[in-house]
């Protein structure tokens, strides 16, 4: 049977055309906590900077190693571990995650000097690297067909509100306490989500039709009876491509893969720049670090509003257009916030624009990526993606550590760093994105 023609009575269908419950909702609004987290976690380090510049006389250079090593540990997870929540299941992989990021960024609060804080936070970042590429696959995967596009913008718009609010009570905790506080209470918050996962998160429908088995219906509809949708009369096999690395880079997948790695890789390189520097730039010109921690909070405020746009407005506009005039527009607000004076209310407008526009790009990317591969591919795809691509998210702290530490300033290191975005939107101009031909129709990311 066609992967197009899947009968009406086959669970994905059901998710596919019947209108989404309230369970399912609340599946997603997991899935955005979980990257709330995230956004918290991976951005934990650079609330903590000024701090830990000071407290142990370090440079730029070193903090630059420090907020990269993170960074290392998400490019290794999501590429060894990323992958095996098409092998175990999105559930699974979610859970083995928490048991990674937890203690990891708990002993960062505990850690002496640069080497442990770095080698913590390769850690911590592996298990963020695998969790992505699963929340990513199970918010596709419980979303209804129109709000495919949606529901992984809600998804990916956690990553910001983590920011936004992890911002907030850095900046209040860093008028009373130290640097390590920060770490402990994003440590505890992720400890939390471990029982709301065990409870409300089941696992994703579209997995289990895909593995099979002898009780593969059964426990599917039992899910569909969580959900409040009808019961499936049956599960129809595919001839879907096996999840592996190496089909990602075969036939129709080939050239799609290479262009988002490159995408994506090139627009992590400005984006973690102006994520990872923001609170030590601006501490730079003057202003105390509780301050600092606040421009961070306008940057990300301003990127969950982005990535919330961009899935309301992508059914009307289309995704593709939508996602090359935000890489674009990234490229330019980087520049501009690199010359803006030291006027606390001109930093915070300029970082609201810039996080709009370069995480509502972000948003855009992992819709892509969730459209262009099937079922048996998503986490995969999304772990290879996302673990390549962030060779450039590594790569583009470091390389502003190394321009500023040898004197560059921030108006000429960010225009450097501003290339990524703009090239990227270049890629996503030349490359046609088509999506996956899956059990039902896709939406368009024409």
Excluded: K
Excluded at 69 to 84: A, C, E, F, I, R
Excluded at 347 to 353: N, T
């Amino acid at each position: 049977m066609s992967s197009a023609s899947l009968p009406a009575d086959d669970p994905r269908t059901i998710l596919a055309d019947n209108p989404m419950r309230l369970r399912q909702c609340v599946a997603i609004a997991i899935c955005f906590l979980l990257n709330a987290l995230d956004g918290f976690d991976i951005l934990a380090v650079t609330f903590a900077a000024p701090g830990i510049a000071r407290d142990w006389g370090i440079g730029p250079g070193a903090v630059g190693i420090i907020v990269s090593m993170g960074l290392v540990g998400m490019v290794v997870g999501s590429l060894t571990l990323g992958q095996l929540a098409d092998r175990i299941g999105r559930r699974r992989q979610i859970l083995l995650c928490l048991a990674i990021i937890i203690p990891g960024m708990m002993a960062c609060a505990f850690a002496t000097g640069v080497v442990m804080l770095s080698l913590l936070r390769a850690l911590t970042g592996l298990g963020l690297g695998a969790m992505l590429a699963a929340i990513n696959a199970m918010a596709a995967e419980f979303a209804s067909r129109p709000r495919r596009d949606l529901a992984v913008s809600i998804m990916a718009a956690g990553y910001p509100v983590g920011g936004i609010v992890g911002g907030w009570g850095a900046a209040q905790l860093l008028r009373s306490h130290g640097w390590e506080s920060i770490f402990l209470t994003g440590g505890l918050a992720t400890a939390l989500m471990v029982p709301l996962v065990l409870l409300l998160l089941p696992e994703s429908i579209g997995w289990l039709a895909t593995r099979g088995g002898p009780d593969a219906l059964a426990r599917i509809n039992a899910i569909l009876r969580r959900l409040g949708q009808p019961p499936a009369a049956r599960i129809v096999a595919l001839a879907e491509p096996r999840a592996s690395m190496g089909t990602l880079f075969t036939g129709r997948y080939r050239t799609m893969t290479i262009a988002l790695i490159l995408m994506y890789g090139l627009h992590m390189m400005t984006f973690y720049y102006a994520l990872g520097w923001a609170p030590s730039l601006v501490a730079a010109l003057g202003f105390d670090p509780s301050s600092a921690t606040i421009v961070s909070v306008a940057m990300n405020m301003g990127g969950a509003i982005g990535g919330l746009t961009l899935g309301f407005l992508s059914p009307r506009l289309g995704l593709r257009p939508l996602v090359i005039f935000g890489l674009a527009g990234a490229a330019i607000a980087v520049s501009i916030f690199g010359a803006v004076p030291a006027d606390f209310l001109l930093l915070q407008v300029a970082a609201f624009i810039l996080g709009f526009l370069a995480n509502g790009s972000v948003v855009g990317l992992y819709a892509l990526i969730a459209n262009v591969y099937p079922t048996t591919l998503r986490a995969t795809g999304t772990g290879a993606v996302i673990g390549f691509g962030r060779f450039g998210a590594a790569f583009g702290p470091f390389l502003a550590g190394q321009l500023l530490a040898a004197g560059a300033g921030r108006g000429v290191t960010s225009m450097l760093l501003a290339l990524g975005s703009g090239l990227a939107a270049l890629v996503l101009l030349l490359v046609q994105i088509r999506a996956a031909e899956e059990g039902c129709p896709q939406p368009s990311v024409a």
